[in-house]
């Protein structure tokens, strides 16, 4: 089992940053790929980043490309997605999530959610 909760969360001008955190728990965490997700309202759930525990392989999506960043705390328990130059376009519900299979960008193939924390980016 993975227990995943995010923070960070808020609201923004275009232009802005935020950085969200994705706090990981359970005896099988570490063995689980950290990805980001987002679901604006009335969208499908779209893939953001995703990278490995030991920080060595990453993956993103094209629109965000350049402009966000994750990556692995210290303490090897929390994973952050770092926002730069956010867009009104990015305004969403972002999910952390985990999975055991590699390089997938499909939300079907993550077994553990958290709940969700909103950003929104005003123009």
């Known amino acids: 089992q993975v227990q995943l909760v995010e923070s960070g969360g808020g609201s923004v001008q275009a232009g802005g940053s935020l950085r969200l955190a994705c706090a990981a728990s359970g005896r099988s965490a570490g063995r689980h790929i950290l990805g980001w997700f987002r679901q604006a309202p009335g969208g499908k759930r779209e893939f953001v980043a995703a990278?490995?525990?030991?920080?060595?392989?990453?993956l993103y999506a094209d629109s965000v490309k350049g402009r966000f960043t994750i990556s692995v705390g210290n303490a090897k328990d929390t994973v952050y997605l770092q926002m730069n130059s956010l867009k009104p376009e990015d305004t969403a519900l972002y999910y952390c999530?985990?999975?055991?299979?590699?390089?997938?960008?499909?939300?079907?193939?993550?077994?553990?959610w958290g709940q969700g924390t909103q950003v929104t980016v005003s123009s």
């Open positions: 999530a985990a999975t055991i299979s590699a390089s997938s960008r499909d939300f079907r193939d993550y077994n553990y």
């Open positions: 990278i490995t525990w030991s920080g060595s392989w990453t």
